[in-house]
């Protein structure tokens, strides 16, 4: 297949359980817009789509947030282990009630060419009930040890952030050639992105303000976020604050009063963080990756004061690695933007953001050349050795041999060591 002969339809199926993987769909629809402007591009939220006339995507939503916070998220921890451990029997699961409906819902407007799901257990379903000669891609949200749901099935290709987890997806089983590493994802080119200063006088913030972005997400999980914005109202810091809410009204509710105590702006869900970004000198927020990932593409170093059990420690991690961001308590962060205040020379001897952005680069080219691959290996009838072994775990005796994985791994290369915390 070449650039004049791309396909003619491609499905992004995504899930609304936070907002980083329809956000991963989005920047992955324009990578490839770019690339093939002839092909259309759809972008399907599947828990939208299953029962049209119940908010089945604003229920999922409200779920997740209470998981991830409520009993100090031990609900979600749960959650992520029983997924973690029975990735087989639950991606099972969810073919059998939804499979169907999932299929119904990618075919409504034709016929898919390539099919990129950013959600797994999605992946699995319509790999199971696709047609062959259609390749299912699954776009891995998450840095670090991945969750082994993402790894089940005979998946023709994974995208994923990180080395670490592709040696995460080798020792489930995945054959090694269906892994494409192809790094942080990078938010979409704009024609005109503004500066600074004329991010503020849109938001009507003085220019000479140190501006504090303080971002809970799209589904809005800031308990960290919150505790940090309430220490910096209540010590008066004369820092203008940007509370961005994502879409839960309650949290919105208890920003809005900050704003009226202390000076800021509180926003709900917005289509376009990156005016925040540009016109910030700092974020405070959680750890989804999509977020570090614009704050880094702007130049914005990140406090990480929120981070969702299991599924986010690896991106905190890679952003700590990177220079892009600090991981701390809402107490040290609160001390750290009064020591940025008076000095903001020191925001450039405690970040590297400038060197972090680099790891930025080529990620849509990465994307769209390994899907290229994907599509062109279907066309030659090439399809992906080991299919069935994804599903269990590599211990020695089940699924690959131990061996198998340390030579796979060798081709990796050696698997990154944590990063150790920065001491404040």
């Not at 399907?44 to 049209?52: G, H, K, N, T």
């Not at 995507?57 to 947030?65: L, T």
Request: charged share 25%; glycine share 10%.
């Amino acid at each position: 297949m070449t650039r004049r002969d791309p396909p003619k339809r491609i499905v992004i199926a995504t899930a609304p359980f936070g907002n980083g993987h329809t956000a991963a769909a989005e920047a992955i629809s324009d990578a490839l817009r770019s690339t093939w402007p002839e092909a259309a591009v759809d972008i399907i939220d599947v828990a939208a789509e299953l029962y049209r006339k119940l908010p089945l995507g604003f229920g999922m939503r409200r779920f997740y947030r209470c998981a991830a916070t409520r009993w100090n998220g031990i609900f979600h921890r749960a959650i992520y282990w029983t997924f973690d451990r029975l990735p087989a029997q639950l991606a099972r699961c969810t073919d059998l009630l939804w499979g169907r409906r999932i299929v119904r819902a990618i075919r409504r407007p034709g016929e898919p060419d390539l099919i990129v799901a950013t959600y797994p257990t999605i992946g699995f379903v319509l790999r199971r009930r696709m047609p062959p000669t259609v390749p299912v891609v699954n776009y891995v949200t998450d840095a670090g040890r991945a969750n082994r749901i993402w790894f089940q099935g005979a998946i023709d290709a994974y995208l994923v952030i990180d080395e670490t987890v592709a040696h995460r997806a080798v020792a489930c089983g995945v054959d090694l050639g269906r892994i494409h590493v192809v790094g942080l994802p990078a938010p979409p080119p704009r024609l005109s992105m503004p500066t600074t200063k004329q991010a503020r006088a849109l938001l009507g913030i003085a220019e000479d303000e140190f501006v504090v972005l303080f971002t809970a997400g799209g589904a809005g999980l800031g308990t960290g976020v919150l505790r940090t914005a309430e220490l910096v109202v209540k010590h008066g810091l004369a820092a203008f604050a940007i509370l961005n809410a994502g879409d839960n009204a309650r949290l919105h509710r208890h920003f809005r009063k900050l704003a009226t105590e202390g000076r800021g702006l509180a926003t709900g869900l917005v289509d376009d963080l990156l005016v925040y970004l540009v016109a910030c000198d700092v974020v405070v927020g959680k750890a989804g990756m999509m977020t570090l990932a614009e704050a880094t593409a702007v130049g914005r170093p990140t406090l990480i004061v929120d981070v969702i059990p299991g599924q986010e420690r690896g991106n905190a991690r890679l952003a700590l690695g990177i220079g892009s961001a600090l991981i701390t308590s809402p107490e040290d962060a609160a001390r750290r933007l009064a020591g940025y205040l008076p000095s903001r020379a020191l925001l450039g001897e405690h970040f590297a953001v400038e060197r972090a952005r680099r790891h930025l680069d080529g990620w849509a080219s990465r994307c769209t050349d390994s899907l290229t691959e994907v599509v062109t290996r279907q066309e030659r009838g090439l399809r992906p050795r080991c299919p069935e072994v994804a599903g269990k775990p590599s211990a020695p005796g089940r699924g690959m041999s131990s061996e198998r994985v340390i030579d796979l791994a060798d081709r990796v290369g050696p698997a990154p060591q944590p990063t150790r915390q920065i001491d404040h």
